[in-house]
């Protein structure tokens, strides 16, 4: 006796992809916010939030983000160098591609 297995359609798995995906971001980012604001002094934590938040399209908060963690960190110059470059690639986000 033949078993008939069926199989999902690749168009629908990339959508089940993404939005599971979309929704681990979210709950990433519920995550790294309660941090911040259990310990709004945490660099680490600011950090984190400035390397997630592009992924949503937040790009001049991130920004914002990654300022507070160089203003908190102990050792500003890997945070600074961090920053500088999350805003080369935000700002590469931000220019149109040339065709």
Same mark, same amino acid.
């Given at each position: %006796?033949?078993?008939?297995?069926q199989r999902s359609h690749p168009a629908s798995d990339v959508e089940r992809n993404v939005a599971w995906r979309e929704k681990m971001t979210h709950r990433a980012l519920r995550d790294i916010e309660k941090m911040v604001e259990l310990d709004p002094d945490s660099a680490e934590g600011w950090l984190n939030l400035g390397g997630l938040l592009p992924s949503l399209q937040r790009?001049?908060?991130?920004?914002?983000?990654?300022?507070r963690a160089i203003e908190l960190a102990p050792d500003g110059q890997?945070?600074?160098?961090?920053?500088? %470059?999350?805003?080369m690639n935000l700002a590469s986000?931000?220019?149109p591609?040339?065709?």
């Open positions: %006796m033949a078993v008939l297995v790009t001049e908060e991130a920004l914002a983000a990654y300022q890997v945070y600074a160098e961090l920053v500088e %470059m999350a805003r986000i931000k220019t591609k040339r065709k």
